[in-house]
């Protein structure tokens, strides 16, 4: 009995880490599918590397009327918090869990007088060829939903 337990334990906990989708490469914003302002120019990409439990999230933006850039953070998937700022010197903290095949990233934004929160959940296709991000902000400036969609490259 004991036996027939813990094989039906080792079979659960395999069967939850096969939901975990590849999220490793570079992906590319499809505007036509995404939530962006009309008339958008530039290139949105994320460059992915997963290896559980670090996440390293590169960010590129190309093209448009702004400047390229790019910008990294690394995160673990472990649910513990990761402390970053910004240049303004807001401060940001995430953190980043899978929740059966969904990656999610929860962040509260401590701004001088506001505090903003985020909830960010990557889900991806079957094939695996898109990671749609959907994105709920809350907050003092308001609440907003957005969706990104991404196509492997």
Same mark, same amino acid.
């Not at 949105?44 to 953070?73: H, V």
């Given at each position: 009995?004991?036996?027939?337990?813990?094989?039906?334990?080792?079979?659960?906990?395999?069967?939850t880490a096969q939901t975990?989708?590849?999220?490793?490469?570079?992906?590319?914003?499809?505007?036509?599918?995404?939530?962006?302002?009309?008339?958008?120019?530039?290139?949105?990409?994320?460059?992915?590397?997963?290896?559980?439990?670090?996440?390293?999230?590169?960010?590129?933006?190309?093209?448009?009327?702004?400047?390229?850039?790019? =910008? !990294?953070?690394?995160?673990? +998937?472990?649910? @513990?918090?990761?402390?970053?700022?910004?240049?303004? *010197? %807001?401060?940001?903290? &995430?953190?980043?869990?899978?929740?059966?095949?969904?990656?999610?990233?929860?962040?509260?934004?401590?701004?001088?007088?506001?505090?903003?929160?985020?909830?960010?959940?990557?889900? =991806? !296709?079957?094939?695996?060829? +898109?990671?749609? @991000?959907?994105?709920?902000?809350?907050?003092?400036? *308001? %609440?907003?939903?957005? &969706?990104?969609?991404?196509?492997?490259?």
């Amino acid at each position: 009995m004991l036996r027939s337990l813990f094989l039906s334990l080792l079979l659960a906990a395999a069967a939850t880490a096969q939901t975990r989708p590849d999220v490793n490469g570079t992906w590319k914003q499809d505007n036509t599918r995404s939530t962006v302002r009309p008339g958008t120019k530039y290139t949105y990409w994320n460059k992915i590397e997963y290896k559980d439990p670090n996440l390293t999230l590169t960010t590129m933006f190309t093209g448009g009327d702004r400047p390229d850039s790019s =910008s !990294s953070r690394t995160y673990t +998937t472990d649910g @513990k918090p990761t402390v970053s700022s910004d240049r303004e *010197g %807001d401060q940001f903290t &995430t953190t980043v869990k899978w929740e059966a095949n969904a990656l999610i990233f929860e962040t509260v934004e401590k701004e001088r007088a506001n505090t903003l929160t985020t909830r960010e959940t990557w889900t =991806s !296709s079957a094939d695996g060829k +898109t990671l749609t @991000k959907k994105i709920q902000r809350t907050g003092s400036r *308001g %609440d907003s939903d957005q &969706t990104y969609v991404l196509d492997k490259q």
